[in-house]
């Protein structure tokens, strides 16, 4: 009879296998290891090449600095001469050309009247921002601002001994709707009462005082 006696403990046996629960492991544990040095790294290496842009580029805006804020100054300075010649080419563009309107009245009066009073007059408005009509849960949105309007009114004033009073002021009134009037002035016209008996004294009894009130189409201010 053959007997065979294993004289080898458990805890000796060794296991054939190339590779082994301890090994691989070993390998993972290695390769974590390796994974967070090359993490730590590179982040270094980020955060250095960061730190070195940053600190060339604060070298080079101290150098532009003060040239950056005078051309900011010289900026605003172009923005407010801007607005002021843009106020002034609204002036400009608006006013009215009294001069060449004056010369018309004058050759357009015949010699039976006489001009007692001459009134211009000129008014800006400025008109208010409407309310936004918006929900009030919505964000309110800006209304631009409407620009300013120019109004202006001419008034003449005189009297008159012509037997032919009233088609004389009316053929004056009637001058407004011509050139060089009818590109400016909306209207003419005579006020109600305001072509009436001359009440002096010493007035003749044919003469009448009249007043033709003109006025002139709005103009935007921009």
Request: proline share 6%; aromatic share 6%; with cysteine.
């Amino acid at each position: 009879m053959n007997l065979r006696v294993n004289l080898i403990d458990e805890l000796e046996c060794r296991d054939c296998s190339v590779i082994t629960a301890r090994f691989i492991v070993s390998l993972l544990g290695s390769l974590v290891v390796a994974v967070i040095l090359i993490v730590l790294g590179v982040t270094f290496a980020t955060s250095q090449r960061n730190a070195a842009a940053l600190k060339e580029e604060t070298w080079k805006w101290g150098r532009i600095e003060a040239d950056f804020k005078r051309a900011q100054a010289l900026a605003t300075r172009r923005q407010a001469i801007e607005r002021v010649a843009s106020d002034l080419d609204g002036w400009r563009n608006a006013r009215h050309s009294w001069r060449d309107e004056l010369t018309a009245i004058a050759s357009s009066i015949p010699e039976n009247m006489q001009l007692t009073e001459l009134r211009m007059t000129s008014e800006i408005s400025v008109l208010p921002v409407a309310a936004s009509k918006a929900a009030p849960a919505a964000a309110p949105k800006a209304t631009p601002a409407k620009p300013p309007e120019l109004s202006a009114s001419l008034r003449l004033i005189g009297k008159t001994s012509s037997p032919t009073a009233e088609a004389d002021v009316a053929r004056l009134r009637d001058v407004f709707s011509e050139h060089p009037f009818s590109n400016t002035i909306s209207s003419a016209v005579i006020p109600p009462g305001a072509f009436r008996l001359d009440p002096l004294p010493n007035g003749d009894s044919s003469g009448r005082l009249f007043e033709i009130l003109c006025t002139y189409r709005v103009k935007i201010l921009r």
